[in-house]
């Protein structure tokens, strides 16, 4: 596949998740939209970031375990920068959680996690 037609399905397919992402933000449609993104393995890490940045991270965590086909190197960077919000917004000795700064995948990550 020559890098211009991936880079039109790349185009295409986040055209095409837009409007199903943008069904998490109703309440009537939520649960359709969640179902939809599970069952069709539609993970996107932009759209997953973008929620957490808007302060929706119940949300996107619930999608976080959703697969995706194929996986580039925009995603990994994507998934990232994921790890790092979620390491900002989240009170893990509230959860009791206890990350180990050796397995976290960001210099972020490891810093916060040697200060719990």
Same mark, same amino acid.
């Given at each position: 596949?020559?890098? !211009?037609?991936?880079?039109?399905?790349?185009? +295409?397919?986040?055209?095409?998740?837009?409007? *199903?992402? @943008? %069904?998490? $933000?109703?309440?009537?449609?939520?649960?359709?939209?969640?179902?939809?993104?599970?069952?069709?393995?539609?993970?996107?890490?932009?759209?997953?970031? !973008?929620l957490?940045?808007?302060?929706?991270? +119940?949300?996107?965590?619930?999608?976080?375990? *959703?697969? @995706? %086909?194929? $996986?580039?190197?925009?995603?990994?960077?994507?998934?990232?920068?994921?790890?790092?919000?979620?390491?900002?917004?989240?009170?893990?000795?509230?959860?009791?959680?206890?990350?180990?700064?050796i397995?976290?995948?960001?210099?972020k990550?490891k810093?916060?996690?040697?200060?719990?």
């Open positions: 596949m020559s890098k !211009k037609s991936k880079n039109r399905k790349s185009i +295409s397919l986040s055209r095409t998740l837009e409007p *199903v992402y @943008k %069904a998490l $933000y109703h309440e009537t449609t939520r649960n359709q939209a969640i179902n939809l993104i599970k069952s069709h393995q539609l993970f996107d890490p932009k759209s997953v970031l !973008k957490i940045s808007e302060g929706r991270v +119940s949300m996107a965590i619930e999608i976080l375990n *959703v697969e @995706k %086909a194929y $996986y580039d190197k925009f995603d990994l960077n994507d998934m990232e920068a994921i790890i790092d919000a979620l390491a900002d917004r989240l009170d893990f000795g509230r959860v009791g959680i206890t990350p180990d700064p397995k976290m995948a960001t210099a990550g810093e916060l996690a040697s200060h719990l």
